[in-house]
Structure formats: C-alpha cells, structure tokens
C-alpha cells in the first residue's frame, strides 16, 4: 500500500457518511411513504445520539438547580453547566469563560447587545446592517434606534449575493458606531469577509457584532482572530439543543453594558436602597438557566470536534457543487445567490412556480426544504420574489440525497407543465 | 376593473362542478401525484379575479402564500358569492375546493356545511403540511365571519 492509498483511507474512515448517519437517530424514517431526506438543516438541525444521551443522562443523574452549591447534585449539575461554558470557549476561540453568556438563542443574543449599547447610542448615529441580514439582525437594532434617534443603515447586496463593499466603504463614516453582520447569509449561504470588514470598522472605533448562527453549523470561527467585539449563534442549529445559545462579547464591553433582565442569579446584592450586578457572565444570566440544554450543546460540540472538520466540509462542498451542476436538468429554475465563498446552502426559484406549491410537492415526496421569506424580506425584495425554495444541506447528507432532490424537482416541475 | 355583481354571478364554481362532482373524481385517485395534478387542474378554473381588490383589507393572513378574498351577497337569491385568489398553484387548487363546498349558497346553509369533515373525507388535512392546513382554516375562517355577518344582519 502506498503513501496516498493509506491517506484516503485515513480520510474515509473519519468521515464515513453512512457512519455518520448512524449517529442521527431521526434520519433513519420514512416521510409520506420514502425515505426522509432532511434538506432544512439552515431552519434547524438535527441532533446525534451523543446530544440525546448527554441530554438524558443529565436529567437521570446530575439534574438540580446550579451555583447554588449546598449539595452534591448542586455540584454535579454546576460542573457539568460551566463545563459546557468552557466547550463553548473553547470552540470560539474566546479568551476567557466570562465571555460566554447563554441566552435563548441568536435572536436574544442580538436584543440583549442592542439594549446594552443603547446607552452608547445617540441621535444621528449609524448602525450599519446589511441587506441580506436575518430580520433577527434588523428589527432589535430598529427598536433600539426608534429609542435612541440613531439610524439603522443597510449595506447594499450584489446581484450575486456577495456584501457590496463599494457600498460597505461609503457607509462607513464618522457617525458609525456599530457593524452588525452576518457571518454566513441564511438565505444565500455567502459567506461574508467579515475580516476585512472588521478591520475597518475597528480602525474607525465601530463596534462590531457577527451573527454567526449559520456559520458555526459549516465551520469554526475564532472570535480572537476575527477581533469582533460580539459573535452570536444558536444551539439548535449546530446540532445541539432548542432554547439555548450563546452571545460571545469582548469582557470590556460586557462589563460597561448594563444588565439585560433583572432577577436572581444576575444581582450580587439586593436591597431596596441599592442592588448591585453579578460578574461577567452571570450579570447577563437573570433565572435559572437552561442547564439541561448547554449540556447537549456542549455534548455537540464535542460530536463536531471527534469528527474530521476538513473533510467533513470537503464533503459538504462537494454537496453544493453536485447540486449546482443539477440545476440545469431542472426546465426553469434558477439559483438565487451565487457568491464565491458559499456554505452548502441552495436558495432558488423555478419559472411560473410558487416557493410554497415546490415545498409541497417535495414534501410529498419526502424531501423536506424551507420555503418562504426566510426571515429576510427585505433581501427577498431586493431580488423581486415573494419568497424562494432553499435546500440547506449538512454534512449528514448525501451526494445520492442531492441526486433525489433533482429528481424530485424534475417530477415537481412536469407536474405544473 | 373592480369586480361586478355579474363577476360573482358568474363563478361557476359549487355548481360546475359540483361538490359530489369533485368527490368522485378526487377520491378515485391514490396516489398522491394524482391528487394533486387533481388539485392543480381545479385551480385553474378559479374565475379570474380583479386586480383592484388585491389590498390588505381582503387579505387572508395565515396562508405561506398570498390568498385575497372578497364576497358579494345577493340580495334576490340570499346567496353568498365568494371569489378567491392566489399566487400558489396548489393553494388556488384548496381554494377552488373550499368555493365549491361554499360558493353561492345561503349564509344559513353555508354555516351548517362542516367543512373540516369535508376536508378529512378529501383526506386533505393528512396530505398537506399543518402550515398550509392552517392557511386552509385561515380562509374557511374569513368566509364563515362573512357569513356571520350577513346572518346578523
């Protein structure tokens, strides 16, 4: 056996796809008589064994409220929670624990940022987003400008699907106080050159706040390199558990921002002359939190890492370009975002069909796709549709997978002919 | 060109075809292909419907696609004449079947007619996806409060 044989081997049995499946309970049932294929992954992702187990195991043997440290299972639950905390670290590269907050999911992480900065904010200030943002990373900011008399300012997006950086350059000026963009466009699967933008924000004193929920299901993101002052995702779509997320701050900021709910578990003291905050993290935790869920968030993180990341986004691009090729076989249709730099994300459209009537018909025949606005009307305005079709693939998924899909879309397409 | 009492006369659909018509033909079909090449047809023979009432008052929320409504009652017969719209091929094919069980009859009668038993005799709520059976509901909801109205009237 040669050098190269060995080395594909090595290759195939980290990421053995049909393994992989294995590992995902849900993906093994029939839908509407066939084979599930589950190409929502962008919606929501499903979970491994590992997340269900993890979940399981610490409801039968550790569960019990945390930081409150009068017992043993106070401990056990306590340990596995700020356990969890550290995967998360760990997994963004941040510096420290203390700049790792749980918060419901990417939506809260944006509103408690936005509320936090409002005192920073005053009339005539600029927030830049971006036409392509998730409503998500639009309308907290919108009430937050409502408040304050600043601006909520969009960056113009490429017939292509790619950030404007003509238009970033010209935006960005003297009245910019905050950068908030996504990582990963949920509707395009762009991925932006949030580097870059970065820089240039930072080099103007912007702050700067990455949305990241559909970028951390693909790849990793080090939050240190990216030198972004906020990253935001949600458990539930890198594999992990619903009611959870996690809003990454730089420790400086977190601290000058003033708390987002009041209530136990934030304060330090209470009286009714004068309350006093907790530290970082927990100033931002009010309530108990949700143990149960960081623990399978953490147990998915550690799935994603026993995995070979290389190869498993090999494997996924490998997706997108078999679906690009297909596109062709389908009479009519057409993909909406053709970026460069793309996550293995496909929205499009076919001639004369509506998005709802295409998810249907894929319904039917086990396939399961996100039709609609996506949470992004203004970029569904921008390229002139009510809606689009988009498969969002993961790396569970398959090349024969994406071959069904053009099949499907072919029966889909002859059915309205 | 806003819609004429003639417009909603002239909607054929609860007559030509036919409930018993459609329940024939539909419940012939199994597979699920069939059903909605079925579906699709009906909702070409949706009348056409004017422009000018595309606005958000006869809007029907709750639907993934845009659905309008609007109704007419005629005075002479009593009868309740309803038109839908749709940009979704398959949602003008519900739509047709809901003005078919529904279209051009008494406010009295169309109340009495229990849709939902209707739509499972279709076997229609099993094959479609609960998103799209509430936008369903959404508009059976909407024409039931106009006929409500007219009752009370």
């Known amino acids: ?417 | 060109m806003p819609a004429t009492e003639q417009d909603f006369l002239n909607n054929p659909l609860g007559e030509n075809p036919t409930l018993e018509d459609v329940l024939d033909g539909f419940e012939f079909l199994d597979d699920w292909e069939d059903r909605y090449a079925f579906i699709i047809d009906l909702g070409k023979q949706l009348p056409a419907f004017p422009d000018d009432a595309r606005i958000e008052e006869n809007y029907v929320h709750g639907c993934q696609s845009q659905v309008w409504l609007i109704s007419h009652f005629h005075e002479a017969s009593g009868k309740l004449y309803l038109l839908i719209d749709s940009d979704a091929m398959i949602v003008r094919g519900l739509a047709a079947m809901i003005l078919i069980a529904l279209n051009g009859k008494t406010p009295r009668d169309l109340l009495a007619t229990d849709i939902d038993e209707l739509f499972e005799r279709l076997d229609l709520f099993r094959h479609i996806s609960p998103t799209r059976g509430n936008g369903l509901r959404s508009m059976v909801g909407k024409i039931r409060d106009i006929a409500a109205a007219e009752t009370a009237a």
């Open chain 1, 1 to 417: 056996m040669n050098d190269l044989s060995v080395a594909n081997t090595t290759i195939q049995k980290a990421f053995d796809v049909e393994a992989i499946r294995r590992d995902f309970p849900i993906l093994s049932q029939q839908v509407n008589g066939k084979p599930l294929v589950y190409l929502d992954n962008g919606a929501s992702a499903q979970k491994p064994l590992a997340v269900l187990d993890a979940m399981d195991r610490y409801y039968r043997e550790m569960h019990s409220n945390v930081h409150r440290g009068a017992h043993t299972l106070g401990d056990r639950a306590t340990t596995a929670f700020e356990g969890a905390r550290e995967t998360v670290r760990s997994f963004l590269n941040a510096g420290s624990t203390q700049e790792v907050i749980w918060t419901k999911g990417t939506t809260e992480a944006i509103n408690l940022v936005a509320n936090g900065l409002a005192p920073k904010l005053k009339a005539g200030d600029e927030i830049l987003v971006s036409h392509m943002e998730h409503h998500a990373n639009i309308v907290p900011w919108q009430m937050i400008a409502e408040r304050t008399g600043a601006k909520v300012v969009p960056i113009q997006v490429t017939p292509a699907g790619e950030l404007d950086q003509d238009s970033f350059n010209s935006l960005l000026n003297d009245r910019t106080r905050v950068l908030a963009v996504a990582h990963v466009s949920n509707v395009l699967g762009t991925i932006n050159p949030v580097a870059e933008m970065i820089a240039q924000a930072k080099a103007r004193g912007v702050i700067t706040l990455l949305d990241g929920a559909q970028a951390v299901p693909h790849f990793q993101p080090d939050v240190q390199a990216l030198d972004c002052d906020f990253y935001v995702f949600s458990s539930h779509k890198l594999f992990g558990p619903t009611g959870i997320g996690v809003l990454y701050g730089k420790a400086a900021l977190l601290e000058e921002m003033p708390p987002y709910q009041g209530g136990g578990e934030m304060i330090e003291r209470v009286s009714f002359e004068r309350t006093t905050w907790n530290v970082l993290p927990y100033k931002f935790e009010a309530g108990t939190p949700a143990i149960a869920e960081a623990v399978g968030l953490a147990a998915a993180i550690d799935y994603l890492s026993s995995l070979d990341r290389a190869a498993m986004e090999a494997a996924e691009n490998a997706l997108l370009e078999r679906a690009n090729q297909l596109v062709e076989t389908v009479p009519g249709m057409s993909v909406i975002g053709t970026a460069k730099q793309k996550v293995p994300v496909m929205s499009f459209k076919i001639d004369g069909l509506h998005p709802s009537d295409i998810g249907t018909l894929l319904d039917q025949q086990g396939i399961a796709i996100r039709t609609g606005h996506h949470c992004a009307m203004p970029l569904m305005d921008f390229y002139g549709v009510p809606g689009t079709a988009r498969a969002s693939f993961a790396f569970y998924n398959t090349l024969d997978e994406v071959e069904q899909l053009f099949t499907a879309l072919q029966k889909v397409q002859r059915l309205f002919a």
